[in-house]
């Protein structure tokens, strides 16, 4: 063999050396790796223990961007135990400290005309869409959008129920359901009649959180969520969420109400409302059986003040 090719055997074996060896080690690394996760051995309650780590990290972090607040709900609860009527009750503060607070959040409530919300979302919703546009003429007679702004800023049940019907109860009850709203059912009619039968249904939590979507910009899209919002900040009844804030302060909400005068067996007052403070913007829903406005009034002022100068 000649000095040429004695060179190139060397190298190439050289070469096949190194890469035998890398194989070697790879196939070492990925032993290892795997070996790490079975369960029993030491290197697997390590990794577990920097996993919790991390887990408990994240809870933290939570907690820093959405925690329950003593102060609050002490607040809240001393107002409930004031009142003989059935009350629930969120904040869920967006600015600042991020404080939240409850009570019977998840139970069952009819609505009133806070269900409208639900209505309004689901129209912008098939606006983003395509499906549908502002200036569409609908059965009675209006476009959408003017139906709209009666719906929200006038409270009107006829252009309610045109929207709601254009839309289909059934398909916003799913709409709700797509967006983690899942305790609302607006469905009470029996077909062909379209005459309701027995109540709808929602909880305040439902409605806090369609209103914390919306602040967020994640329910809708940023022209929408303003249409939306600038609806709810014209709306005409404040005698309950608003009336308990100062002058000037801005609040976009949606009340309902229902007592013997509507052919209500019983007396519902409710609000939800984004509230603009000086110091924190917040989220509150108030829902109550047998109250009158001046109660929600009271727990509005008191919780203003509370996030506000905390």
Do not use: C
Not at 23 to 44: H, M, Q
Not at 68 to 79: F, S
Not at 133 to 140: C, G, V
Not at 223 to 250: F, H, T
């Amino acid at each position: 063999m000649s000095r040429a090719a004695r060179s190139i055997t060397k190298h190439r074996f050289a070469r096949n050396k190194r890469y035998v060896l890398f194989v070697i080690v790879a196939i070492a690394a990925l032993g290892f790796s795997a070996y790490r996760f079975l369960p029993g051995s030491e290197t697997f309650s390590s990794t577990a223990g920097s996993q919790k780590q991390t887990e408990s990290n994240k809870a933290n972090s939570t907690e820093v961007l959405s925690k329950n607040d003593a102060g609050l709900q002490q607040l809240i609860e001393t107002w409930r135990k004031k009142y003989s009527f059935d009350a629930s009750v969120v904040v869920i503060e967006l600015s600042g400290d991020m404080r939240t607070a409850s009570y019977n959040a998840t139970s069952s409530i009819v609505p009133g005309s806070t269900y409208k919300l639900y209505v309004a979302y689901a129209i912008l919703h098939d606006v983003e869409q395509g499906k549908l546009d502002l200036h569409t003429m609908l059965t009675d007679g209006k476009t959408v959008q003017t139906d709209l702004q009666r719906m929200i800023v006038n409270s009107d049940n006829a252009a309610a129920r045109t929207l709601g019907f254009y839309y289909g109860w059934k398909n916003i009850n799913a709409l709700l359901q797509s967006v983690d709203i899942t305790h609302t059912d607006l469905y009470n009619y029996i077909p062909p009649s379209t005459e309701p039968q027995g109540n709808k249904y929602s909880t305040v939590s439902d409605l806090a959180t369609l209103l914390q979507k919306l602040a967020n910009g994640t329910l809708l899209n940023a022209d929408n969520s303003e249409l939306l919002i600038s609806m709810m900040k014209q709306q005409q009844y404040r005698q309950r969420i608003p009336a308990g804030v100062p002058s000037g302060v801005i609040v976009a909400d949606k009340p309902g109400w229902l007592s013997p005068a509507d052919g209500y067996d019983g007396r519902i007052e409710n609000d939800a409302a984004i509230v603009y403070g000086t110091k924190s913007t917040y989220i509150l829903v108030i829902a109550t059986t047998g109250s009158t406005t001046a109660p929600l009034t009271n727990l509005s002022s008191q919780v203003y003040d509370y996030l506000q100068q905390s």
